[in-house]
Every structure is written in C-alpha cells, then in structure tokens.
C-alpha cells in the first residue's frame, strides 16, 4: 500500500511539472506561499483563514470549503522571479576570495501550479481536494560551474513538494463551520557543494525523496451578518528523506574509501496556525485582516546517517544539514472594490519576520523580513467562469551571511557576503462551476465573502 501511495504522489509530481521557488523565497526558508491562488496573491493573502482569497482558501483553512456553493474548480499558474546574489565578500584567504561573487540564485525563476476543487454534497456537507507546492527551493550561487568564493558551503540547492489533500467541511448551524484535511506530501532533494575553495574542485551530492502525511483543522464563525472569522491549524510532516550521497574523488565517505553510500535524514516541514477576518463593509467594499504563526524553531541541525543509523562521514566529520531556525510570523491586511457586477478590484499589504537570522542564514537561502505590496483583478465571463489576477512585489530586507567560525555551520573558510534580494511574482487563475448557478444552492450562512462566488 505504501509503495502504492509512494508511486501515485511521485507520478502527480512528474505529472504537474512541479516547478520550485527561488532562493529568495517568498516566504520564510523553503515555504512557498504566493504559489497558492491568484486571488490571494491579490490582497497578499489577506483573510486566507477567513475564505477571503477565494476557493484557495482551502489551502489554508479546510472549514473555508464550507463558503462554496454547488461543484466549483479552481486552477491557477504562478511565475515567481526572484533576484539575489551574494557580493561584498570577504574571505581569510585572498586566493578564495579571487573567485568572486555568487551568480543570480534564482536562476530563471519558477513556475508554480495549484488546484482546488469543492462539491456540496449536502446542505451541510463539503467534500473537496487541493494539490499545492507548498515547499520549494532552487538555488544555484555556483552559476553553471560551481565556482564562487562560498562553494564549500554550497553550490546548488533543490526542493520540490507537491502536497495532496482530499477535505471534509461540514456546516454546524448557521455561524460556525468545521473542516478537516489529510496531507499526502511527496519532497524531493538535492544538494551539492565543493569540496575544496580552488576551481573545479570535487564535489559532494546528497539527494533523496519521501512522502509522509499530515493534516489540517479549521473552523469558521459567523458572529454576524457579513463578517467571518476563521482559525486553523497545520500539522508538522516530518519527511524521511531516503537517497544518497557521493563524492567526486578525496575526501571518501565513511572513512573507508567509499565515494557513495545510501543515507537518509529526518527532514521536518513546520506546523502552523493561521487565522483572519473577512467583513463586508457595504455591497461595494470588503476588508480583510491575516495573521500566521510557523514553527520554524523545529528545524535545527539536522544529522545526514547510512541507512544502518551510523553517521555519514566526509573526511573527518559527520554530515548534518543546518538550519537553527526561529519561528516566523506574517500579517497581512487587503481591501475588496466591486467596480461592476463582473469586476472587482483589490490590493494588499503585508509584513513578514523571517524564521532566518544573519547567524543562520545559508548560502542558499538569502531570506530575511520582508514587506509585500500586492494588487490584482477578479473578471466574471458568464456565471460559471471567472478569471482572476495577481501581482506582488516582495522587498527584503539586506540578507547577509556571517561564517566566522562561531555559526551553526561550521568550516575553515571565514566568509562574509551581502545580498539585496527583491521578489516579483504573477499568477493567473480560472475558476469554473461545474453545476448550474441560477438552481439556488442551499448554502447555511449568507455572509461569506464578495469574492466568494454563490
């Protein structure tokens, strides 16, 4: 059944051409948030618990499937481009810092997809299922060749997820909603860095992937008429990451010789809370408020073992991949305009403290606290379609990395660097109502959001 389940999340992976988030992620570490829904993306996810972004909102607060009326699908297509390079380096040895600066980590950007789909089975009862990217990374300060003056601690990086979550939501009385999601999450990974600070030095590659299961609980309030409020909670996943590690000539692995070994290592996803408020101030405008809590603090050094449960050793020393994070926090506020029947209009604000400090920050990851400006459109084509848009720009603050001997990751190498990294991100979306609109749909509560479609 496992290598059942474990064949199905890879295909789906395959299948969805799962692109992944630049190192300058737009949310702390390895989390992708803007690749969730083109309405959020609007309002910077301004009342995501609340079901204010939409069916996406789904994502984010599994009792939100409970504002949607009828069978609905919603599919959307993100481009993040993101730009850092570290630079201003300074290194104990002239001869490393000759090598220079790193490349673009963001490379080329990514494309990130994500999909929704609810059906009202009952008047109170919800079934649906998202399939999200909710965890990326591609970093590559190497360039095409590997050589930079920081390659021992890094040359590339990548994640990929796609997570999978069939959801229940059920209608209690006509103020509160209850919702529940199981997590289905496939990760992949590979990393790789120099093995010595000259030109075309060897290398050393850790790759692996896993799957693992987690879930999602949520509630919803109608206190009154034309205000909701919403809560939920995500689990920690933690993923068993099973693969391998090689080396490109000395040092050997294990201390024998060895040049490859199959490893594996604990790798966790942080758990969360998220909660919002959506209120409708007249027939025109809708305010929105967002705060999320994400446990980063549970990513600390994480060790790299043989499948036997002994160390992997390079060189001398064990193998561990470092994070020594601090948990994040991210508010956000956005507004709603309804300009006609067909169109509506919003914009968004949002400020985030990343999980990342200058004593923690790696080479792949250039993340710091961030400020989002956000804005985007919502265009009803018939009664069935609506296609949605939008745009954020991300500005973070001066990322910079410090080893100096005393941080979590340790090495020979004393480095200092500087990036500036800056974020843009679109996405566009359709939702389409599989069921016939005008057969009235018997819906508990009346005071969801404007952008929620009955």
Known sequence: ??????????????????????SAAQASSFSIRSG????????AYA??????????????????????AGRQSNWNATYLAASAKYSNIVTNNPAVTALGDSDNLGINGAFIPASYNSWQVTDRLFIGLTNTAPFGLRSKPGGSDGTWAGQTYGRSATIRSINISPTVGYKINDWISVGAAIQMQYMHVDQKQALAAV???????????????GYRLGVTLTPF???????AYRSAITQTISGWAATQGAPALNGVGSRFSRVKLDLPTPASVVAGISHTINDRWQAHLGVEWTQWSALKSIPVDNTSGTPLIVGAAPAAIRFNYKDSWYLSGGVEYNYSQALTLRAGVAYEWSAVTDRSRSVFISDNNRLWLATGLSYKATDKLTFDLGYTYIAVNKARINYNGTTPTPGGLLLTA???????VVSAGLTYRWDDPTVAQ?????????????
């Open 47 to 68: 009342g995501a618990a609340s079901g204010g972004i939409g069916l996406a909102a789904m994502a984010w607060n599994p009792a939100a499937i409970t504002m949607f």
């Open 225 to 231: 008429a034309g205000t909701t409020i919403g809560v």
């Open 1 to 22: 059944m496992k290598s059942l389940i474990r064949n199905f999340l890879s295909l789906t992976a395959a299948a969805a051409a799962l692109a992944v988030a630049a």
């Open 36 to 43: 969730q829904g083109a309405e959020g993306l609007g309002m």
């Open 418 to 424: 500087d990036a500036k990294p800056s974020i843009h």
């Open 442 to 454: 018997s819906v508990v509560s009346k005071s969801a959001p404007i952008s929620v479609r009955y």
């Open 199 to 213: 030109p075309g030095a060897p290398g050393l590659q850790l790759r692996g992937d896993s799957y693992d299961f």
